[in-house]
Protein backbone atom coordinates (compact mmCIF):
# COMPACT_ATOMS: atom_id res chain seq x y z
CA UNK A 1 0.00 0.00 0.00
CA UNK A 2 1.47 3.27 -0.86
CA UNK A 3 1.38 6.45 1.30
CA UNK A 4 2.80 9.94 1.18
CA UNK A 5 3.54 11.69 4.22
CA UNK A 6 3.85 15.19 4.14
CA UNK A 7 5.53 17.17 6.80
CA UNK A 8 7.57 20.59 7.71
CA UNK A 9 4.15 22.94 7.23
CA UNK A 10 3.76 25.94 9.26
CA UNK A 11 3.24 29.66 9.93
CA UNK A 12 5.98 32.42 8.79
CA UNK A 13 6.55 35.63 7.84
CA UNK A 14 6.91 37.18 4.36
CA UNK A 15 10.60 36.23 3.50
CA UNK A 16 10.99 33.70 5.54
CA UNK A 17 11.80 29.60 4.26
CA UNK A 18 9.87 26.91 4.79
CA UNK A 19 11.17 23.19 4.05
CA UNK A 20 8.42 20.45 2.99
CA UNK A 21 9.40 16.83 3.34
CA UNK A 22 7.27 13.83 2.01
CA UNK A 23 7.69 10.54 2.48
CA UNK A 24 6.82 7.93 0.26
CA UNK A 25 6.62 4.36 1.92
CA UNK A 26 5.48 1.29 -0.80
CA UNK A 27 6.71 3.84 -3.81
CA UNK A 28 9.92 4.59 -5.59
CA UNK A 29 9.42 7.20 -8.09
CA UNK A 30 10.99 5.89 -11.66
CA UNK A 31 10.08 6.99 -15.32
CA UNK A 32 7.26 8.79 -13.71
CA UNK A 33 6.70 12.20 -12.26
CA UNK A 34 5.88 13.16 -8.34
CA UNK A 35 5.29 16.96 -7.25
CA UNK A 36 3.92 19.02 -5.25
CA UNK A 37 0.30 21.15 -5.69
CA UNK A 38 -1.71 23.57 -3.16
CA UNK A 39 -5.14 24.44 -2.79
CA UNK A 40 -5.99 27.78 -1.08
CA UNK A 41 -9.44 28.80 -0.11
CA UNK A 42 -11.83 29.46 -2.87
CA UNK A 43 -9.06 29.14 -4.98
CA UNK A 44 -8.86 25.82 -7.50
CA UNK A 45 -5.72 23.33 -7.16
CA UNK A 46 -2.51 24.14 -8.46
CA UNK A 47 0.77 22.88 -9.16
CA UNK A 48 3.46 24.13 -7.72
CA UNK A 49 6.69 21.85 -8.63
CA UNK A 50 7.01 18.49 -9.66
CA UNK A 51 9.91 16.37 -10.84
CA UNK A 52 10.50 13.78 -12.98
CA UNK A 53 13.17 10.79 -12.42
CA UNK A 54 14.40 8.86 -15.31
CA UNK A 55 14.34 5.18 -15.04
CA UNK A 56 18.45 5.46 -14.90
CA UNK A 57 17.77 8.14 -12.39
CA UNK A 58 18.57 11.39 -14.14
CA UNK A 59 15.57 14.31 -13.57
CA UNK A 60 13.89 16.68 -14.78
CA UNK A 61 12.12 19.66 -12.58
CA UNK A 62 9.22 21.86 -13.00
CA UNK A 63 7.72 24.66 -11.60
CA UNK A 64 4.92 27.08 -11.60
CA UNK A 65 6.08 30.87 -12.89
CA UNK A 66 5.02 32.10 -9.46
CA UNK A 67 7.46 30.17 -7.71
CA UNK A 68 10.12 29.86 -10.10
CA UNK A 69 13.09 31.18 -8.41
CA UNK A 70 12.24 30.76 -4.88
CA UNK A 71 10.91 27.00 -4.37
CA UNK A 72 13.31 24.22 -4.76
CA UNK A 73 11.99 20.66 -5.55
CA UNK A 74 14.77 17.99 -4.67
CA UNK A 75 13.77 13.80 -4.81
CA UNK A 76 16.27 11.50 -2.54
CA UNK A 77 15.37 8.05 -3.80
CA UNK A 78 17.73 6.82 -0.85
CA UNK A 79 15.26 7.96 1.77
CA UNK A 80 12.10 7.61 -0.32
CA UNK A 81 11.73 11.18 0.33
CA UNK A 82 10.56 14.36 -1.75
CA UNK A 83 11.31 18.06 -0.71
CA UNK A 84 9.89 21.17 -1.36
CA UNK A 85 12.56 24.42 -0.22
CA UNK A 86 10.44 27.57 -0.16
CA UNK A 87 12.03 30.63 0.22
CA UNK A 88 10.79 34.71 0.05
CA UNK A 89 7.87 32.99 0.99
CA UNK A 90 4.84 35.57 0.26
CA UNK A 91 1.41 35.99 1.64
CA UNK A 92 0.15 34.29 -1.82
CA UNK A 93 2.08 31.10 -0.62
CA UNK A 94 -0.42 30.44 1.62
CA UNK A 95 -2.45 27.23 1.09
CA UNK A 96 -2.90 23.51 1.79
CA UNK A 97 0.63 21.62 0.38
CA UNK A 98 -0.09 18.47 -0.79
CA UNK A 99 2.69 15.70 -1.75
CA UNK A 100 1.40 13.54 -5.09
CA UNK A 101 2.82 10.99 -6.93
CA UNK A 102 2.76 8.82 -9.85
CA UNK A 103 1.83 11.17 -12.93
CA UNK A 104 2.98 12.50 -16.34
CA UNK A 105 3.71 15.40 -17.68
CA UNK A 106 3.43 16.74 -20.86
CA UNK A 107 5.50 20.23 -21.63
CA UNK A 108 6.79 22.71 -19.23
CA UNK A 109 3.25 23.45 -17.54
CA UNK A 110 2.01 21.48 -14.08
CA UNK A 111 -0.83 20.05 -15.67
CA UNK A 112 -1.10 16.41 -16.04
CA UNK A 113 -3.94 14.83 -18.25
CA UNK A 114 -4.81 12.42 -15.48
CA UNK A 115 -4.78 13.18 -11.59
CA UNK A 116 -1.48 11.74 -9.57
CA UNK A 117 -2.83 8.11 -8.81
CA UNK A 118 -1.07 8.82 -5.15
CA UNK A 119 -2.38 12.05 -2.41
CA UNK A 120 -0.78 12.92 0.77
CA UNK A 121 -3.05 14.17 3.60
CA UNK A 122 -1.51 17.35 3.25
CA UNK A 123 0.30 20.32 5.38
CA UNK A 124 -0.51 23.80 5.82
CA UNK A 125 1.39 26.68 5.30
CA UNK A 126 0.70 29.83 6.41
CA UNK A 127 2.38 33.15 5.41
CA UNK A 128 2.13 36.56 7.08
CA UNK A 129 2.74 39.54 5.86
Known amino acids: QVQLVESGGGSVQAGGSLRLSCVAS????????MGWFRQAPGKEREGVAA???????????YYNASVKGRFTISQDNAKNTMYLQMDSLKPEDTAMYYC???????????????????WGQGTQVTVSS
Open 26 to 33: GYTVSGNC
Open 100 to 118: AADFKLFGREIAPPSPPRY
Open 51 to 61: IYVGIYGGFLT
